[in-house]
């Protein structure tokens, strides 16, 4: 079978080659199956060289005339080969950079394919690092001519037509015993081609509309395996009993009644939710999508109080000392004025390695404390609850799966909040916590000025400086933001420590300084947060320890230093630091942007604000996969689908999972076999939890 075959069963694939598969993931005949094209070249018709145009792609067929090397005269060690080609309508020059070895390859005469965007250089037109195939006796009909023709992101050792050789080879001898994993029902309702039409069409398409037909099918599958066990644990959960909360008391309301402040209607939308939720006996699992500054932790208070009331515990855990240090101390104040039955309300804070955990630990357990703030220390095996009934996961996104699933094994099925600043497309959210209930806060308390956010080259970046020392002198505060604790010569970037020294004695010497970063002792951590927030510092220099959660509203100015270096998402959380107040902030963002996407980035951020927005770009510049980290996520699987871009493929998928788990949950009739392995073999870890009566 395709599935368990090695690959080293093909002709010429022998131990190196399977070596170099391996390191893309391809280890079986299936796996290379479903290893599709990254794009496709229709060479049935070539471009003629003679109606080239600037700024346009494009495949042209052609011969080689004069090929040459020589050596940057800018640069040392920097090579430009050089190559005149032509094809009966004209001549055209192809450069490539940095790639010595092509000369011996160009010898005139020989015939190539090349590939690339056309522009015009010295007033002619030209190709810069075209990728290119040579052509020599090749036959008419074969696989890499006169058709459309895939190319792959090649593993070591191998030449696009070596792969298509191999590909064709696993087609030729294992499509006829490929069985479909979707049913022939399922196929006939959505018009979808079968198993073998499809990955015959997605490697070699007859024309391009069976190549999107097999593409859609092909995605339907990734999704419909993707939502399957997603769906399940929905399903599973609403069987399961959970706590049914008494949510009619008074406690959650007279918090909110003693805030400063007002909710905001989204905040009062998803308490709404919540206690919906908390009362029913089924168990919630909610994840609660809000940009950074849109008053999360109120809600989560307020959701922990709904559970206090009817005698449950309640725990908050957040992704960093720092952050559950300020969690506890504002729950602490804002609780402080509450009574309950009489008496105040008891929160405490748990971290790694606290004095008195164990008295801690025994009061827990005996249900004297009713809020426990901290960080995975709470999830040791000696930490016992008396009564847990929620919990409450801050920075979700900071947490490993499986981190996320232990803390409510701790109750009795209680009830979870997942909160996350990293908001995402509804489409991609579903993709991904499709058994998750949704909320979203999507609207910031109100008086907020957005901050202001610039851009500056490392030669502008006095401008930079004299914005923030502007703000110091007006008793605001600031932070420096460098991406690594040591400067790294290699890759030419300043570190925080080095730069502290450097700034505290010279450009702000009038300023109290402090450094952080997460080499310093927990406790000198604290002890530096605790003076900014006191504002005993004015400036704080930092690496990205910042980024999660810190919420101090004087500080109204924030460098970012190197700022090609960090992802999209991240700059917005960082910058999220400030603006938390109603004073004007700035964000200032040093670089000088060497790459399109790092400036992409950038601009993306001077131009929006808004945290769905920048999640939606991010997304739109690095692909969902490495938007989350692949592995986490599982995300890997979507090898072609985009939640994005097939927004109803992803809805029928979801809608086909529900409809195939409600008729047969355990995927046991026959005709779901096929299917039943193949998500087992996708997701093994789900056996036990999903496919077990
Ligand atoms: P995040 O969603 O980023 O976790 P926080 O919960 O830390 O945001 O809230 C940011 C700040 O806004 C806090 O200082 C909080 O007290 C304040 N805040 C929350 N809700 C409101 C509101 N409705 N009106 C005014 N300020 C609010
Ligand atoms: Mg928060």
Redesign the pocket.
């Known amino acids: 079978m395709a599935e368990n075959t090695s690959i080293q069963y093909l002709k010429g694939i022998g131990p190196a080659r399977a070596k170099s598969f391996a390191s893309c993931g391809v280890l079986t005949i299936e796996d290379l199956l479903y290893y599709f094209p990254r794009r496709y070249e229709d060479r049935t018709n070539f471009a003629k060289i003679s109606e080239l145009k600037s700024g346009q792609i494009y495949t042209i067929k052609a011969q080689l005339l004069t090929g040459g090397q020589r050596n940057s005269w800018r640069r040392k060690r920097f090579s430009i080969t050089e190559a005149l080609f032509y094809d009966g309508t004209g001549k055209l020059n192809c450069v490539w950079f940095n790639q010595p070895y092509l000369k011996e390859y160009l010898k005139s005469g020989v015939s190539l394919i090349l590939y690339g965007k056309v522009e015009i250089y010295n007033g002619r037109l030209q190709m810069n690092n075209p990728e290119f195939e040579f052509l020599d006796g090749e036959e008419e009909g074969s696989l890499n001519i006169s058709r459309i023709v895939p190319v792959y992101r090649l593993p070591k050792g191998f030449s696009q037509r070596g792969l298509r050789q191999a590909v064709k080879s696993a087609l030729d001898e294992f499509i006829p015993k490929l069985g479909d994993c979707l049913t022939f029902d399922l196929r006939a309702r959505h018009n979808f081609l079968n198993l073998a039409e499809s990955l015959l069409n997605i490697h070699f398409p007859h024309s391009l509309d069976l190549q999107q037909q097999a593409y859609a099918r092909l995605s339907f599958e990734e999704f419909f395996i993707f939502q399957l066990p997603l769906v399940l644990r929905k399903l599973r959960r609403k069987e399961k009993q959970g706590i049914a909360h008494n949510v009619s008391g008074g406690l959650s309301r007279a918090f909110i009644a003693q805030?400063?402040?007002?909710?905001?209607h989204a905040?009062e939308k998803v308490i709404a939710e919540i206690k919906e939720n908390m009362a029913s006996p089924q168990a919630m699992q909610r994840l609660i999508q809000?940009?950074?500054?849109?008053?999360?932790?109120?809600?989560?208070l307020a959701a922990c109080l709904l559970a206090l009331e009817g005698g449950y515990q309640a725990v908050i855990m957040a992704p960093t000392e720092i952050l559950a240090r300020q969690h506890y101390e504002?729950i602490v104040t804002?609780l402080s004025a509450l009574n309950f039955r009489g008496s105040k309300l008891r929160v405490e804070l748990l971290l790694g390695q606290d004095k008195n955990k164990e008295k801690m630990h025994q009061e827990m357990a005996g249900g004297k404390i009713d809020l426990i703030i901290g960080t995975h220390a709470l999830l040791q095996e000696d930490v016992v609850f008396a009564n847990l009934g929620l919990v409450v996961i801050?920075e979700q996104h900071k947490f490993g799966v499986g981190q996320r699933a232990l803390l409510p094994k701790k109750g009795n099925n209680p009830d979870i909040l997942i909160?996350t600043?990293t908001p995402i497309p509804r489409t991609l959210a579903i993709t991904l916590y499709g058994d998750l209930d949704i909320s979203v806060?999507d609207e910031l308390?109100?008086?907020r000025l957005p901050v202001k956010t610039l851009h500056f080259t490392s030669q502008q970046k006095d401008q930079g400086f004299a914005i923030l020392k502007h703000e110091l002198k007006n008793q605001r505060q600031g932070y420096i933001i460098y991406p690594v604790i040591e400067e790294s010569y290699a890759l030419d970037i300043a570190g925080a420590k080095k730069m502290f020294l450097e700034l505290q004695k010279g450009e702000f010497k009038d300023y109290r300084l402090g450094l952080i970063h997460g080499r310093l002792k927990q406790s000198a951590q604290d002890a530096v947060m605790k003076k900014f927030r006191n504002g005993i510092l004015d400036l704080l220099i930092s690496t990205t320890i910042l980024e999660v959660?810190i919420?101090i509203?004087n500080a109204t100015c924030m460098i970012i230093e190197s700022a090609e270096r960090f992802g999209l998402s991240q700059l917005h959380q960082l910058r999220?630091r400030i603006g938390?107040?109603s004073l004007q902030s700035y964000c200032l963002l040093i670089s000088d942007a060497p790459t399109e996407e790092s400036q992409a980035r950038l601009e993306a951020m001077v131009l929006t604000a808004d945290g769905f927005k920048i999640a939606e770009e991010d997304l739109k510049i690095r692909g969902p996969g490495e938007f989350f980290g692949r592995r986490q996520h599982g995300l890997a699987e979507l090898r072609i689908a985009n939640p994005l871009a097939q927004m109803h493929l992803l809805k029928s998928a979801r809608e086909e999972a529900l409809k195939i788990l409600t008729a047969d949950p355990n995927l046991a009739d026959r005709t779901h076999q096929l299917l039943k392995k193949k998500l087992l073999r996708s997701f093994p870890e789900y056996e036990k939890l999903v496919l077990v009566g």
């Not at 805030?259 to 905001?264: A, D, I, R, Y």
């Not at 809000?290 to 989560?300: C, I, L």
């Open positions: 805030l400063p402040f007002v909710l905001t905040q809000g940009d950074v500054g849109s008053g999360k932790t109120v809600v989560a504002k804002q801050d909160m600043a806060i308390p109100p008086g959660g919420d509203a999220g938390r107040g």
